[in-house]
């Protein structure tokens, strides 16, 4: 078994619209969907095929990262589980003592690179690879037929073991799958419509994402330091998406939610990318008082409230960095 860093699928993820009940229940008949929970972790791209007589996965993340290094059980597990060669789709996720997805969990091998940290970590938190699509298989591609006949593919194709796993889709409609996944204490629902095809690389309302807590990445452009407590490292981080020209649209700060690791971590990446100018096109000026400035490479996640009418994040919580993602794919939701 081996990673080969090189074994990249040219795939682009195909990505759901967020919506609400109404997208879903108000778009013809409500049969004509399918229910998958939505699971809080890493979206990747798993490629699985045979080289020198020995099996080969590869993990790539959406901004085209080699994932597989930081996921050896996962990559362990996926030669065990497919026989030949296939694209996959999936989520990699690590779980709670409750069997839940956990991002906060996921975030302690997120950001790994030494393979000795990265064996320890393997056994204190343990990372699982949830597939929900399949795109090719023994060099067919997949991308056109129905939703349905891929599903049955997929669960043809995948034999699950302790790190590879194929949830079923919920079988009921979208209220019942919206209670579940609330009682299950998940992020959300993910309506597929059973005709659609695999949309590579786009975002479409073929597939509609429904949350329970409003989540949006960012950009961090700068940052404000703190007082007391926090003197001497991060108070704040200032942020923002792109608007698809060279300058960021500003949508708030956040200053809550920050484990004592993530201000260290956060300091340190911060100060290696200081610049002298704002990179946004329009923060106000009681934001910007004594902020420093970065260059915007690093992308994170906040959950929070709403949407206030000036496009500012209302009451954001820090939920971790996003280093799966590029600044320029982050985009308000």
């Known amino acids: 078994m081996r990673v080969s860093t090189n074994l990249r699928t040219t795939y682009e993820a195909m990505l759901a619209t967020l919506g609400d009940r109404d997208d879903v229940i108000g778009q013809g008949d409500p049969d004509e969907w399918a229910f998958e929970m939505k699971w809080d972790g ?51 996720v690590a779980l709670d003592t409750r069997g839940r997805p956990s991002f906060a969990r996921l975030q302690q091998r997120m950001n ?6 990265i064996g320890r970590a393997v056994k204190r938190v343990p990372a ?15 991308v056109d037929l129905p ?13 699950e073991n302790d790190a590879v796993k194929v949830p079923p889709a919920f079988e009921g409609d ?10 299950l204490g998940l992020e959300g629902v993910i309506a597929k419509r059973r005709s ?26 700068g940052w404000r330091p703190g007082r007391g407590r926090r003197a001497g490292t991060v108070g704040s981080l200032l942020l923002g998406v792109s608007d698809g020209d060279s300058r960021m ?27 002298k100018t704002s990179p946004f ?33 209302r009451q954001p919580r820090w939920r971790g960095r996003r280093e799966d993602k590029d600044p320029s794919q982050v985009r308000r939701e």
Do not use: C
Not at 132 to 141: A, K, N, S
């Open 249 to 275: 649209r500003y949508i708030g700060r956040v200053g809550t939610g920050f484990s004592e690791r993530d201000l260290d971590d956060l300091h340190d990446r911060l100060e290696r990318i200081t610049r």
């Open 112 to 117: 790994l690179a030494d393979p000795r940290e």
């Open 42 to 92: 890493i979206r990747t791209m798993a490629r699985v095929e045979e080289q020198d007589g020995r099996t080969a996965v590869g993990l790539t993340s959406r901004n085209h990262k080699d994932q597989g290094p930081g996921y050896p059980e996962i990559v362990d597990g996926l030669g065990r589980a497919v026989s030949g060669k296939a694209v996959l789709d999936g989520e990699i």
């Open 128 to 142: 699982q690879l949830f597939l929900f699509d399949v795109l090719e298989q023994d060099g067919e591609p997949l």
């Open 196 to 221: 659609s095809r695999y949309a590579v690389g786009r975002r479409t309302r073929t597939w509609i994402k429904v949350k329970h807590v409003r989540t949006q990445e960012a950009v961090i452009g």
């Open 174 to 183: 979208f209220d019942g799958a919206w209670e579940s996944s609330k009682d």
């Open 147 to 159: 939703y349905t006949e891929r599903r049955e593919r997929l669960q043809a194709l995948v034999t």
């Open 281 to 313: 096109a329009d923060i106000p000026r009681a934001d910007a008082r004594d902020a420093h400035w970065v260059t915007p490479r690093l992308v994170g996640e906040v959950e929070f409230a709403e949407w206030t009418n000036d496009g500012r994040l």
